[in-house]
C-alpha cells in the first residue's frame, strides 16, 4: 500500500508483484535485489546482515543505507504495535 501510494505520488510505474515475491530485477525499483536482499536479512535478523548492509551501501550510499534501514524499521514497528494491540494477522501473513 504504501510503495503504491508513493510510486503515484512520483508518476513512476513499478511490478509490485516481482518486488514482493523477492525478484526485484523486474519490478522497475532501482537497485531492488540488494533492498530486498536488506529488508528480509534485517527482518529474519540473518548471519549475514553485515554483508548484506554493505552491499547496499555499495550501491545507494550511506544516506541511502540509512533511509533502507530507517524504513525497514517502520514497518516493523507497525508489526510490532499491531501485535501489541491484539489486531488479527491475516492467515497468509501468518503461513509467511
Known amino acids: 500500500m504504501f ?6 505520488a512520483i508518476n513512476s510505474s513499478l511490478d509490485l508483484g516481482n518486488a514482493i515475491n523477492g ?6 525499483v532501482p537497485n531492488a535485489e540488494s533492498l530486498i536482499a536488506f529488508t528480509e536479512s534485517a527482518n529474519r535478523q540473518t548471519s549475514n546482515l553485515s554483508q548484506v548492509r554493505k552491499q547496499l551501501s555499495e ?9 533502507a534501514a530507517i524504513t525497514v524499521s517502520i514497518f516493523q514497528s507497525l508489526n510490532i504495535a499491531a501485535d501489541c494491540s491484539g489486531i488479527r494477522i491475516d492467515d497468509d501473513w501468518v503461513t509467511i
Do not use: K, T, W
Request: charged share 20%.
Open 3 to 8: 510503495l503504491s501510494s508513493s510510486s503515484e
Open 23 to 28: 525478484s526485484g530485477f523486474q519490478s522497475g
Open 59 to 67: 550501491e545507494v550510499g550511506a544516506e541511502g543505507m540509512v533511509d
